[in-house]
């Protein structure tokens, strides 16, 4: 126990050392970088598995070359995002130090959040030897870094999710709405669900959910009949709502009905009137599932309102995107047993978890991206040689068709610049989200969705 625990306490100066090292960093030159070794892994069919131990490994390379391998990370360092760009920093500094390979070299620049300043840090990174850059964190500075590494032919792994900055060789590793909409419609449209509404946020970011909420209900043989948009602002969100729920119109004809029951002066026909009158029942809505892509503090406002205005949960099913993968909406009654699309929660959470004890902060939940992404420079670096034309970053090992598992899932990286996930179908509970369908364990060759394909084919069986 007290050799284990000396263990520990090594392992955590270790990291705390790195981390202080690096953050340390500006923008200028080569940076300072811990060199470790990571893990021989015999070749496999299957889906590469990123390092995800608890313990670094300790096995020796197979083929040990000499030499190094830069890695540049570009990150806002300072600045506005600068928490975000530490702990983003910290947790790639976890996946390096996991993957214990002498062979790699972590630059960090700074790139304050600015696409200007981005495109600054990717010249210096090119300067610098760096074989593979990972980040920005903004879809601008993806674009502005993208540009100056794309005339050197060096890939980028950027945090955004924004697929309109993606290219070849310059990916986005950020988790796509279309990808969680896709994930939940499909798994509303296997449990019969068939007439869809949605209550969708001004800007980019519902535009996208609106066009991928579309595709998926149509491609899947659903309707959508009922579409509301609202502002970011909690104050204006009532009547969009209200307007979804058709909520005057069902509250005349309710009223309509009482006053005919009444009309008719009969003793039973009255008492029907009065339980009316006592129950407020309205008549259903012309759906049975509500797409609500919205998070934080709007969502917190918005939820509530739609059983206000009779849109009652125990009937209407409410879905969601990856804004709801946050746990305190453990604590929101109106969304009790609401589904949504994100990866399967013990990995990350795990993850987060070790974080904070190795950190003692509370990590944003995309820090899990920065991990994976330098396990993934990791993996594909194992069985680098150092002999002249051996790559390992080349766009054939990146654009895997196997994909590789990391602690947001499987995963892989298309020609295109985007990412395709398998995903599992979380539901919120009191206790936390449960996993109501279980993400796939492998993508297939050909690259359609397991579960499209699934409902395809049962589809074409009937």
């Known amino acids: 126990m007290v050799a284990r625990g000396i263990r520990d306490l090594t392992r955590l100066l270790a990291i705390f050392a790195v981390s202080l090292s690096l953050a340390a960093c500006g923008g200028d030159g080569e940076k300072p970088a811990v060199r470790i070794k990571a893990p021989d892994r015999p070749h496999s069919s299957q889906p590469q598995q990123l390092g995800q131990g608890d313990e670094p490994a300790q096995e020796s390379l197979t083929t040990p070359a000499k030499g190094t391998l830069k890695v540049a990370i570009l990150l806002p360092l300072s600045g506005p995002e600068r928490d975000a760009g530490d702990a983003l920093l910290k947790a790639a500094t976890m996946a390096l130090f996991d993957a214990y390979d002498p062979r790699l070299v972590l630059l960090p620049f700074d790139t304050r959040a600015e696409p200007a300043e981005a495109a600054d840090a990717a010249e210096q990174a090119v300067k610098a030897g760096a074989r593979i850059v990972i980040g920005p964190l903004l879809a601008d500075n993806v674009e502005a ?107 005349r004809a309710l009223k309509g009905e009482i006053d005919y029951l009444r009309s008719l002066r009969d003793d039973t026909t009255d008492e029907i009137a009065d339980r009316l009158e006592k129950s407020e029942t309205l ?119 196997r994909g590789f598992v990391g602690l947001d899932g499987l995963f892989r990286l298309l020609p295109d610049g985007t990412n395709e996930r398998e995903l599992a179908v979380l539901e919120i509970q009191k206790g936390g989200f449960r996993v109501v369908d279980a993400a796939p364990g492998a993508f297939p060759a050909f690259g359609y969705s397991l579960r499209a394909l699934r409902r395809s084919a049962s589809q074409e069986g009937n």
């Open 145 to 251: 870094a993208g540009a100056v590494l794309a005339r050197h032919k060096i890939p980028l792994l950027g945090f955004s999710n924004d697929a309109q900055v993606a290219a070849p060789g310059r990916f986005i590793l950020g988790f796509m709405p279309e990808a969680e909409v896709q994930r939940v419609i499909d798994f509303t449209l296997d449990q019969g669900k068939r007439r869809y509404a949605a209550l969708l946020p001004d800007g980019l970011y519902g535009d996208r959910v609106r066009a991928a909420f579309g595709d998926a209900v149509s491609a899947g043989g659903g309707r959508v009949t009922a579409m509301e948009r609202y502002p970011a602002d909690p104050d204006s969100v009532f009547n969009p709502v209200k307007r979804l729920a058709n909520y005057d119109a069902r509250t």
């Open 283 to 401: 008549d259903p809505v012309p759906y049975d599932v509500v797409m609500l892509p919205e998070g934080g503090s709007l969502l917190r406002t918005v939820a509530p309102l739609l059983p206000f205005y009779e849109i009652d949960p125990a009937t209407v099913k409410f879905v969601g995107t990856g804004l709801w993968n946050d746990p305190s909406l453990v604590r929101e009654p109106p969304l009790q047993g609401a589904w949504f699309a994100a990866p399967a929660p013990e990995a990350p959470a795990k993850f987060l978890a070790r974080f904070k004890n190795l950190y003692d902060i509370d990590p944003p939940r995309i820090t899990t991206l920065a991990y994976d992404a330098m396990s993934l420079v990791a993996a594909l670096a194992r069985d680098w040689t150092g002999e002249p034309g051996d790559e390992p970053f080349s766009l054939d090992r990146l654009t895997d068709d």
